[in-house]
């Protein structure tokens, strides 16, 4: 029986300039965790989302998570929250982040990045309104709205607030894992919204994440900065080796040149075969999302595969060599080449290491240098892909078609969620991706947006999720 | 007849303290010519020249270079001084700089940057020991042992000393071709020490430089940087293509891969051939100045014919991609990479030009990406050949003889030192370059030295050099 929710949306439309202002308030907190200057106004940022959920009446701890990783710099607290603990409710754990990536004007914003811009069009910009404040709100606005309207809440909902999303998650890992059978015990499944709709129109629900082995390539040779009109022509030049390694990876097309690969992915289904036509997207969404028209493939279904279920490979850059604008003679004496790969199943971290660290090394070898080089990976996580047939995934979809009157896309996404897996294996339990925005909010870019219908819209698929999620049948 | 200059040396001697202290005062002043916060360090450091240079009775102006370009900060000044104008002698016009390299203790010094450290070897650490603040005070040391030895000074000598030599000398040649005919209208000759020994024991003169065009390769595709999860295998990555295109470079040995470039290179003649043997210069050399044995060739003259009449190609750098330590999943939308060649007779400018961008092109063609390329140039400087047989290397030669007690090498230097052709385009004169410092200063490194030898033995070679131009015949 489909739950009663007309009164929970009156009251979510009531309330929404309300729930608008309270993203003002956040979003006004530049919370940026990259920078250590920056990491009182992160903390703070911790504190409003703990007094608000107080003055909720959830149970709020600010878990201190101990020194930023090779610093003496205190890491922002997590915010683990409880609103109910109804023993006959199903309990719903979820995961957002209240930290934002770097934001300056002068980066070619058209607006203050920390002071939330609202046109007419709906589009609300500002750092950090899709990437994640709008979505962790979202939950405080559900539970208001609840309480407005006299209408009981339908779950025990756990929450889980981190402060270092953008810069590593550091510490969190270790915090979860601990905590999957303590604070997280009676979680029954995790929600996470911290991801975005494939394209602007059509909701979706992830059940899918690529990973990600990230490596760096280091060559070295003389002892320190050369002079290239001194040693020009007659040193061994790290740089010239490492151009060479790092065309060795890839082509233009995204066809990774490491033997041992292609080989581990898993081979397309029948049933697979038939998933794509029906997604929504197209590519003029693409094209809008790229800002250009530089795609490899011409077609949906050849896009949407290579960028759910192919692994790919970027150059990401070149540390140690000249990088600032204008000209500088200098043959930098140790180069570190970044690049990764991202990681989809059937693949083996470990395996893929060998691999890379094989065709490197062969790369390298052929050159017949005297430099040295050294390959190593910096991190690694595993790509995810959960059920899709779990009773979460059921109440989400059913919630989605409520709210927004079609049924959402079943998506995986290129993306890595660390978190996402660290959840599922500390709770053992079925982990569903329920995004707010949409594609073209521009999560780490310039002029972060989240549309007004998106977040509206948002509070109320939010708190419909919980009430289809206490009426689904145990599987 | 060999002039006297026995009490002058012995004054030298006498005097040498002094001297040291001078160059301690020198360097204290941090003149970073690059860093804009330096600025009025570098603005001191020429008035301090100034201001000895009046008290030893010279005849000074501090000559405004208008603003730096693209900027709203004012250029250093140039020194312009002369000491003396009877018309019986001949004038030499010197140049050197007063600027320095960026120093940090931080970056790995072992004393302090700016306070010259003297040890019991004699080695004399401090930045702008050996560039170019030891030679820039050799010809005010010269004077003044003149002076107090109260010995006639042999020629009038012109100076010209600016402050922006590290930072490309903004401003300087359109003030050089606007007094070359005014302000040093009465040259007869130039000498330039800013250069240094090929070796640590023997001295030389230097009749050659190898020109530099510097080129940038730009590819864009994407609107703005890319999530590399989002985006990854999906669009045409143009770092992808940017390490393909520097990649078709140059080898790891040096061979430039440009068609048309090996063709402009002037043959070597069979007078050349027998000139590399002779040099003081040896492989340990090499190696102990790279740091390392990574060079190309193990044999003195190949070694010293790349580095002289052969051109080379160095890849210094990337710029718009990641160059951070660290990790970051970044597909950069515009990289910028960075080459220049080293050239060298008779190569032409423009010709190299067109077999740069054609080779580029090409190699970019061959990508089929529908990526965006752009190859331009960023600045280029001619090579420089003077004749080694002329009166004023003639006197550098006797002078070298006289205080060293060998004949010194003829040689040519790998690096560019533009003013060189500046000099001696708009004075029509034969330019010397004259080095005071070893191999092994480490100009622009950490921990930059000047011996205490070069030091005072260069003071006498300079003042020993301005009496044999005194009597050398006119050619």
Chains 1, 2 share one sequence.
Request: proline share 5%; hydrophobic share 35%; glycine share 10%.
């Amino acid at each position: 029986m489909a739950p009663q929710l007309d009164g929970y949306f009156k009251q979510v439309d009531d309330m929404s300039n309300h729930f608008i202002e309270r993203l003002r308030q956040a979003v006004a907190i530049p919370s940026v965790s990259s920078e250590a200057l920056r990491r009182p106004d992160v903390v703070r940022m911790g504190h409003f989302l703990a007094d608000e959920l107080t003055k909720l009446g959830a149970t709020v701890e600010l878990r201190p998570l101990g020194k930023q990783h090779g610093t003496n710099l205190d890491l922002p607290p997590v915010v683990l929250a409880r609103y109910g603990s109804d023993k006959k409710k199903r309990t719903i754990l979820v995961y957002g982040h209240y930290d934002v990536q770097p934001a300056e004007k002068e980066d070619g914003w058209n607006t203050e990045p920390f002071d939330l811009t609202v046109l007419d069009d709906g589009r609300m910009f500002g750092r950090g309104s899709t990437d994640d404040k709008g979505p962790v709100l979202g939950w405080l606005n559900a539970i208001e709205a609840h309480q407005k309207a006299g209408i009981d809440f339908p779950v025990n909902l756990l929450m889980c607030f981190e402060g270092m999303e953008e810069y590593g998650s550091d510490g969190l890992e270790d915090l979860i894992n601990e905590e999957g059978k303590k604070y997280f015990a009676d979680a029954d499944a995790v929600c996470i919204s911290d991801n975005y709709w494939l394209g602007t129109e059509k909701p979706c629900l992830t059940y899918g994440l690529r990973g990600c082995n990230y490596y760096s390539v280091e060559i070295s040779g003389p002892g320190a900065d050369l002079h290239s009109g001194v040693f020009g022509g007659t040193a061994q030049e790290p740089m010239t080796d490492l151009v060479r390694v790092l065309a060795s990876l890839v082509d233009t097309d995204g066809k990774i040149q490491i033997k041992g690969i292609a080989e581990q992915v898993a081979p397309v289904t029948k049933e697979e075969e038939g998933l794509y036509d029906g997604i929504a997207f197209t590519m003029d969404t693409l094209h809008e999302a790229l800002g250009s028209k530089t795609t490899i493939f011409e077609d949906k279904k050849s896009t949407l595969m290579a960028r759910w279920r192919y692994p790919s490979l970027s150059v990401h850059g070149v540390e140690g060599a000249f990088s600032a604008p204008g000209a500088k003679t200098v043959i930098p004496a140790k180069v570190i080449g970044k690049f990764s790969i991202r990681t989809v199943p059937n693949m083996e971290i470990e395996k893929t290491h060998q691999c890379v660290y094989k065709h490197v090394q062969e790369a390298f070898d052929k050159l017949n240098s005297k430099n040295t080089m050294k390959v190593y990976e910096q991190h690694s996580g595993k790509w995810w892909v959960a059920s899709p047939h779990h009773w979460n995934f059921a109440a989400a979809s059913k919630a989605t078609q409520r709210v927004w009157g079609v049924q959402p896309d079943f998506t995986r996404e290129g993306g890595s969620i660390p978190v996402t897996i660290t959840f599922e294996e500390a709770t053992g339990k079925n982990v569903l991706l329920l995004p707010m925005g949409s594609s073209t909010d521009g999560a780490h870019s310039i002029n972060e947006k989240l549309d007004k219908k998106n977040y509206i819209e948002g509070i109320k698929l939010l708190g419909a999720y919980l009430h289809y999620v206490a009426e689904e049948p145990m599987v």
